[in-house]
């Protein structure tokens, strides 16, 4: 079983920054894409961020130039550095993973979510 624990998140204003951050455990062989999103009261989940196991990166164009995301191969974490927030930021934000696990020969890929962390700016 494969588990994300996302951290982080809360209150900022407008302009502020905060970060959250997401760890995957359990029985994990490797990790491709590793990503957030995020669903806003009334609104379908949307992406806003991901990262490949090699590092490239893309971005919902709403958060280009204010968010940046990374990640730690070794500690199989993802982080989202959100910086310039704005009130339309405000949602709950969850962490994905497609997740490479089991035992040789028999290896196969899990989409796991996160619980989900909220994150509200206030203007």
């Known amino acids: 079983q494969v588990q994300l624990v996302e951290s982080g998140g809360g209150l900022a204003q407008a302009g502020g920054s905060l970060s959250i951050s997401c760890a995957a455990s359990?029985?994990?062989?490797?990790?491709?894409?590793m990503g957030w999103y995020r669903q806003a009261p009334g609104k379908q989940r949307e992406s806003v961020a991901a990262?490949?196991?090699?590092?490239?990166?893309n971005y919902a164009d709403s958060v280009k130039g204010r968010f940046t995301i990374s990640r730690d191969n070794a500690k199989n974490t993802v982080y989202l550095q959100m910086n310039s927030l704005k009130p339309e930021d405000t949602a709950v934000y969850y962490c994905?993973?497609?997740?490479?696990?089991?035992?040789?020969?028999?290896?196969?890929?899990?989409?796991?979510w996160g619980q989900g962390t909220l994150v509200t700016v206030s203007s």
């Open positions: 994905n993973a497609h997740v490479i696990t089991g035992t040789p020969p028999a290896y196969r890929t899990l989409e796991v």
């Open positions: 359990g029985r994990i062989f490797s990790i491709n894409n």
């Open positions: 990262v490949t196991s090699g590092g490239s990166t």
